[in-house]
């Protein structure tokens, strides 16, 4: 506890409540970016893409596909 009241007195509170909501949030934001890759694919074979094809797209526009 001593080591968090010294690292608000130190950066300050701003910092301190944006480290802390990117902390909280960090997984909510990769749970969103797997669902986001999961429906791309079903839209895309759904359009009669492959998911090679998605996987072609995804480097063309400079999206990391590595993820999956």
């Known amino acids: ?18 480290v802390y909501l990117l902390l909280r949030l960090e997984p909510t934001v990769a749970k969103l970016d797997k669902t986001i890759r999961v429906l791309t694919i079903v839209i895309a074979k759904q359009s009669g893409l ?8 995804e480097k063309k526009y400079g999206i990391n596909c590595d993820k999956r």
């Open 1 to 18: 506890m001593t080591d968090i009241v010294a690292f608000i007195q130190q950066v300050g509170f701003p910092i301190f409540v944006a």
């Open 50 to 57: 492959t998911e090679a094809e998605v996987v072609i797209m």
